[in-house]
């Protein structure tokens, strides 16, 4: 009697050990399938990275091929288009100073 017991025992035993290999293998597969998954979104990432660099640069070499006084008046509109940013940034900041004062 006590010999079937021990036999119930270790087939049971075995069934966990087999029911925790198998969770444990599932887990893996998942956790490898979701790293592929992830590598495969960030080289797209990359590549798309990779060509807009590379369509800077090549912008960046088309406009060093400008004349001088085309790239003086593109710069001064650069400069001056700053500015106004910035002054934009200084009226938002003061509105939200302001707002602050009045609670």
């Given amino acids: 009697m006590g010999n079937n017991y021990e036999c119930e025992k270790f087939e049971n035993l075995e069934n ?10 599932n887990f893996l597969k998942k956790a490898f399938q979701d790293m592929k998954e992830s590598a495969k979104a960030q080289h797209e990432v990359d590549k798309a990275n990779f060509a ?11 406009e060093a091929k400008v004349s ?36």
């Fill in 16 to 25: 966990i050990v087999e029911e925790g290999m198998e969770r444990t293998g």
């Fill in 52 to 62: 807009a660099v590379k369509a800077e640069s090549k912008a960046r070499w088309e």
């Fill in 68 to 103: 001088p006084k085309a790239m003086q008046d593109k710069i001064q509109k650069e400069r001056v288009q700053q500015v106004a940013d910035a002054n934009d940034r200084i009226a938002a900041a003061n509105a939200r100073i302001d707002a602050a004062k009045k609670r």
